[in-house]
């Protein structure tokens, strides 16, 4: 075979394989770049806050920002048995949640895209005594990266003994 025979078969395996790799990233990539769009959008859609975290002495109230007259959820201190943070892998970045249990079985879900989180989060050992504080449990939580890492702040029946 001469150099342009050599070439030419180069230059069609070149164009093959890249016409291979395209369709095979086509057939890849749009379920990827699908998914990551849709998580963005999700993410980009929940930084307009759609809930709200108060608190006072005796209950955290969470009211839903979206619906008109919506009526809070009441969560008493003093109901809360167990509290637990993890993150939730949303793909490109984690968002931190807490888990309220309550000693009638209910379990309550707040996360860090709520509004009134950071005072709430630094307030819970103050009601809570024996709770893990903020710097206590955030890096145990946040590192490494994408990976779940629950960890229990607070359990009332630790309190007792």
Same mark, same amino acid.
């Given at each position: ?6 070439? &030419? /078969?180069?230059?069609?395996?070149? *164009?093959?394989?890249?016409? =291979? ?6 057939? %890849?990539? #749009? ?46 201190? &003093? /109901?809360?048995?167990?509290?637990? *943070?993890?993150?939730?892998? =949303? ?6 949640? %807490?888990? #309220? ?61």
């Amino acid at each position: 075979m001469d150099a342009l025979g050599l070439i &030419s /078969a180069a230059a069609i395996g070149i *164009v093959c394989l890249a016409s =291979l790799g395209y369709s095979l990233g086509v057939w %890849l990539g #749009i379920p990827f770049l699908k998914r990551f769009s849709d998580r963005a959008e999700t993410r980009k859609r929940n930084a307009k806050k759609r809930h709200s975290i108060r608190f006072d002495d005796e209950r955290v109230d969470v009211v839903n920002l979206h619906i008109v007259n919506a009526q809070p959820i009441h969560i008493q201190w &003093s /109901a809360m048995e167990r509290l637990t *943070v993890f993150k939730r892998d =949303l793909f490109t970045v984690d968002l931190i949640c %807490l888990v #309220i249990e309550l000693k009638d079985g209910r379990c309550f879900e707040l996360d860090e895209d709520m509004d009134g989180w950071n005072p709430f989060i630094d307030a819970i050992p103050a009601h809570l005594p024996g709770c893990k504080k903020f710097h206590e449990w955030f890096l145990e939580v946040a590192v490494p990266a994408f990976a779940t890492n629950s960890t229990e702040i607070f359990r009332r029946a630790a309190m007792v003994e």
